[in-house]
């Protein structure tokens, strides 16, 4: 394939990843907006929250096979179109009732292009036949860095929430019609056996499942790494937020260095090394919670946390019989309960007994994934591009 066709097919991807992280960082800075507008409890909040993930999960199969059915570059420019209009509604709805159903719409219209982008970026990293995956989700750590930042920035300076988010619509949309033209086309399964078709499900499951205890962590740290500083570190206020920061910053800075280092050590050891880091960053962060120590741990933690996601993608994207798409909506199903489930957990262990012990959770994960991860998927992460 002509170099400059998959140099704009990756540049084309980047972007897509680019906006579709400084989307979903501006649905959540409207969080706080949304539950201000509409009077709401947290509990009600939380079934506000409940609804975008649960559309999204109940959906990833049928989307995965929508996906596969369509063609990743297809999918990803109709996903980030929908995402984008989405995004957009949520401000225009006057109540509170009618604006679930339209959450729902938003989570599933975000799985969508997420799986759409993935699939892309499995497609063109087969292409170019070393590892490029990892800097995909890096620009959308970046994305939502930038979305977050700018978009609070401007909406402290007085800008309308409904023309901040149809302005990032119109960006995404824009991105997404750039794109068309470049993305590459998708390589067909590979025919497999019903007893292939059957192992590589199973082999998903596995994946899968390794996924959910990355994304438990993950979504851990998300949501409270913040309250730990403030609660148990009792930091100034000027470091509070820093704990989300630093954990992002490490998220980040670990997915751009992440595929020089698949490429060196290979998925196995890349993965071996990724638990064994996060696990020394959440141990050191809950064993001296002080302001200093616990920032250097979570700093470690996202570090460690940066490539699962990438690693387990790949792994999926490349199996005989299923389709890039169909295997990392399997994955990513899973992933999005643990992102889910991860924070509700932490939250009710420290209602019975502290923050700090219920945060240990995320360090069973880490250590789970850095000694089972290699040894049960063994030598099947190193399969070669198709």
């Not at 209009?85 to 009732?97: D, N, Q, T, V, Y």
Request: glycine share 14%; with cysteine; net charge positive.
């Amino acid at each position: 394939m002509i170099r400059s066709r998959l140099a704009a097919a990756r540049v084309a991807t980047m972007l897509l990843f680019l906006a579709s992280g400084a989307s979903y960082a501006t649905w959540g800075i409207h969080i706080p907006t949304i539950k201000a507008r509409f009077g709401l409890s947290d509990a009600a909040l939380s079934v506000a929250m409940f609804a975008v993930a649960g559309g999204a999960i109940v959906t990833l199969k049928p989307l995965g096979a929508w996906v596969a059915r369509h063609g990743s570059g297809r999918a990803s420019v109709l996903g980030a179109l929908a995402f984008a209009l989405s995004l957009a509604a949520i401000m225009l709805i006057p109540g509170f009732i009618a604006l679930l159903p339209v959450l729902v719409l938003f989570g599933i219209c975000n799985a969508a292009y997420d799986v759409a982008m993935n699939a892309q970026a499995a497609t063109v990293e087969t292409a170019y036949g070393k590892p490029i995956m990892s800097g995909f989700h890096g620009m959308f750590s970046l994305g939502g860095m930038l979305g977050a930042a700018l978009g609070g920035t401007l909406v402290a300076g007085g800008l309308d929430p409904l023309w901040h988010c149809i302005g990032m619509a119109v960006i995404t949309a824009a991105i997404a019609l750039g794109s068309a033209r470049v993305l590459l086309p998708d390589q067909p399964a590979a025919p497999a056996s019903v007893a292939q078709r059957g192992q590589a499900q199973r082999w998903l499951l596995l994946v899968g499942g390794l996924a959910f205890l990355g994304l438990v962590g993950e979504g851990a740290m998300y949501d409270w790494s913040t309250i730990y500083m403030q609660e148990t570190v009792q930091a100034t206020p000027y470091w509070v937020g820093w704990g989300y920061a630093v954990f992002s910053a490490g998220m980040a800075l670990g997915r751009f260095g992440g595929d020089a280092l698949r490429a060196r050590l290979g998925a196995q050891r890349l993965l071996t090394w990724s638990g064994w880091v996060g696990l020394a960053g959440i141990l050191l962060a809950l064993a001296w919670p002080a302001t200093l120590p616990a920032l250097l741990g979570f700093t470690l933690m996202g570090l460690g946390a940066a490539n699962l996601v990438p690693i387990f993608f790949v792994a999926a994207s490349r199996l005989d019989g299923v389709s890039p798409a169909e295997g990392i909506a399997s994955v990513a199903r899973l992933a999005y309960v643990g992102m889910l489930l991860g924070p509700v957990l932490i939250g009710g262990i420290a209602h019975l007994s502290s923050l700090r012990l219920a945060l240990g959770v995320v360090a069973v994960c880490v250590a789970s994934i850095a000694l089972v991860g290699p040894r049960t998927l063994g030598s099947r992460l190193e399969t070669p591009p198709r």
